[in-house]
């Protein structure tokens, strides 16, 4: 480590760095520094998401990362800051937000930016103390790396670190810094925070660095009608719908679908009170203080085309021409429910798409609900049943039997016009055996919680390959315990 003039102690982790965001000028962040924590250990680290980065194992196991990955030193080159937005919080304008606790150290020469949160006060912290407390830091590392697992898009998770510094929330935790990392962390909330002070030209100027660095295609003349702002709505509306359809299909429930908590590119971001359903309660609300149930499971599709009509009402002044900016947000309306029947068909084992593959799936998730049905193992079951032509471990979960067999008639026949091997094949690589529940999260910050790290490995471990059968895991993929449901989330993190 060398001091450079103003002291701050730099580490070198061979980094190159190109930040993109800071080009964009002071009107769009604060520079600073993370404030440090004492005494750092590793929680955990991703192996994938260092190698996306070009860091080494040595070179993660170092106490120069440990220091850097905690905010503690400057990594070299890079230039620190917090960006503000604002956004709509529970359907309300909730005005100036920003980074209030995470801190862009910036974009890495390869086009990933890396985010400390948990990494001190900002401007933007408002009443809050800058801080993540271990226990959520683990929920978004776990769940950061799951979801990519599950092929759903979303910011990775570098590291967590943990300090012993005491955090206040609804009773003494411990602080801890999750590395995130992502081609870009711009939110809904970036362009409703210019729009909403009438700073045109900023607003303009985040739209063309979006636009060129992440939609340059939107710049082609025959898209919508030479419009890159419509266009960029359009694409933002398609990768919103996409994300939608992956998260219905998998049973996560976000919890917090604020605007200032929708990613630009698509990407499920701020993993806060999120959950993945045990049984299947479309009405499911993960988030203890959402009171009105404006998150519930079964609502997230209608919220974020909500979220997209903020975005839009943002992006206006750009456009200049509310029935393009409508045209544009169509698509939401057709892509969601395409990509959403594509993933249960998946689901299914179904190769061809058929006229009544919607019934199918109408029919089913009703089923689930009336019975409640744990969501997870009915489908890993029905790909095994399909596999072994053996459906009674999945009769087993039905309490109705004969409304299931009639609708296993039906399912039978059109799975019957396909190759059942292929379909047995698909169903394994589209329903996941393992997916972070919340009692399996609860017992490894537990654990953790102790200075015991094994379980979040374990867990990481098996969530990373979520497909996979990983023998002798065979607890980590059952049905969760009584104790499960009265775990209580709250966006206090
Ligand atoms: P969230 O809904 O959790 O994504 O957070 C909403 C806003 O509150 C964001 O601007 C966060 O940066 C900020 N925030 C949340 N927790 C804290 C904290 N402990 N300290 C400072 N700011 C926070
Ligand atoms: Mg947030």
Redesign the pocket.
């Known amino acids: 480590m060398t001091l450079p003039s103003d002291h701050t102690p730099t580490a070198d982790l061979g980094l190159a760095w190109n930040h993109g965001f800071a080009a964009l000028g002071a009107d769009f962040f604060t520079e600073l520094r993370p404030t440090p924590l004492p005494s750092p250990r590793w929680v955990s680290t991703s192996a994938q998401v260092a190698g996306l980065l070009g860091l080494s194992d040595a070179q993660m196991h170092s106490d120069a990362a440990l220091q850097a990955f905690t905010g503690n030193v400057l990594l070299s080159g890079s230039r620190p800051l917090a960006s503000v937005y604002s956004g709509h919080?529970f359907g309300v304008w909730a005005g100036q937000?920003?980074?209030?606790?995470?801190i862009l150290l910036g974009e890495t020469a390869n086009g990933l930016e890396v985010q400390l949160k948990g990494a001190g006060?900002t401007p933007?912290?408002?009443m809050?103390?800058?801080?993540?407390v271990l226990r959520s830091s683990i929920r978004e590392f776990l769940c950061s790396e799951a979801m990519h697992g599950l092929g759903i898009p979303t910011s990775r998770a570098l590291c967590i670190t943990a300090s012993p510094a005491p955090v206040r929330r609804e009773e003494t935790e411990t602080a801890a810094v999750v590395t995130r990392v992502a081609p870009s962390f711009v939110r809904f909330g970036h362009f409703e925070h210019f729009a909403a002070n009438g700073h045109d030209a900023q607003l303009r100027q985040l739209a063309d660095y979006v636009i060129d660095r992440y939609y340059p295609e939107c710049r082609a003349p025959l898209s919508f009608g030479g419009n890159p702002y419509a266009a960029l709505l359009h694409a933002v509306s398609e990768r919103t719908a996409t994300l939608m359809a992956a998260w219905q299909s998998v049973g996560f429930c976000h919890g917090?679908m604020?605007t200032?908590?929708m990613s630009i590119l698509g990407l499920t971001i701020?993993y806060?009170p999120f959950q993945f359903l045990d049984a299947f309660v479309p009405g499911h609300v993960c988030n203890h203080s959402d009171s009105q149930g404006r998150y519930a499971f079964n609502r997230q599709p209608n919220v974020a085309y909500w979220n997209m009509f903020c975005l839009a009402q943002a992006l206006l002044p750009l456009i200049g021409d509310q029935e393009l900016a409508k045209e544009a947000l169509e698509s939401f309306k057709t892509v969601f429910p395409e990509a959403f029947v594509a993933r249960m068909r998946n689901k299914l084992g179904l190769l061809q798409a058929r006229e009544g593959d919607a019934e199918l799936i109408d029919g089913i998730l009703l089923l689930l609900a009336r019975n409640g049905v744990d969501y997870t193992i009915f489908w890993r079951r029905l790909a095994h049943a399909v596999q072994a032509g053996q459906f009674e471990p999945v009769r087993d979960l039905f309490a109705d039997r004969t409304a299931l067999d009639a609708w296993l008639l039906s399912y039978s026949e059109l799975l019957g016009q396909s190759n059942q091997a292929l379909a047995a094949d698909l169903m394994l690589k589209s329903n996941p055996r393992y997916v972070l529940r919340n009692h399996l999260g609860e017992q490894a910050i537990r654990a953790a919680k102790l200075g015991d790290f094994s379980e979040v490995h374990t867990l990481q471990r098996l969530l990373e390959r979520p497909f996979d059968e990983h023998p002798g895991h065979e607890a980590y993929a059952d049905f969760p315990p009584d104790w499960a449901s009265s775990i209580e989330i709250s966006?206090s993190?």
């Open positions: 919080q937000l920003g980074d209030g606790r995470a006060l933007y912290s408002r809050g103390d800058g801080r993540a917090v604020n200032d908590n701020d806060g966006c993190s």
